[in-house]
Nanobody, 118 residues
Framework: QVRLVESGGGLVQPGGSLRLSCAASGSIERIGLMSWYLQAPGKQRELVANINDGGTTNYADSVKGRFTISRDNAKNTVYLQMNSLKPEDTAVYLC????????????WGQGTQVTVSS
């Protein structure tokens, strides 16, 4: 059994910053791709950024230059540093990880709310 637990969301003013964390625990042999998605009310879930186990990153155009994804493999944790936040960044942010335990599985966290408002 594997759990992904996100933290770090909250209310921030436009132009502010937040750092999200997502820690994986449980039966883990190896973690591959780790990703952050967002889901705004009434909209489809969309990819924000991902990072593979070699450190290669990929970002949605809307967050390039503002968000930075990173990971600490020793802690089984992925981070999302969010700077210059805008009201349109408001959403639930969810972590996804591809985890091997015998075979590869895809796991989701429960999500953390980010609200950007003055």
């Amino acid at each position: 059994q594997v759990r992904l637990v996100e933290s770090g969301g909250g209310l921030v003013q436009p132009g502010g910053s937040l750092r999200l964390s997502c820690a994986a625990s449980g039966s883990i042999e190896r973690i591959g791709l780790m990703s952050w998605y967002l889901q705004a009310p009434g909209k489809q879930r969309e990819l924000v950024a991902n990072i593979n186990d070699g450190g290669t990153t990929n970002y949605a155009d809307s967050v390039k230059g503002r968000f930075t994804i990173s990971r600490d493999n020793a802690k089984n944790t992925v981070y999302l540093q969010m700077n210059s936040l805008k009201p349109e960044d408001t959403a639930v942010y969810l972590c996804n990880a591809q985890i091997r335990y015998g075979t590869w599985y895809s796991y989701w966290g429960q999500g953390t709310q980010v609200t950007v408002s003055s």
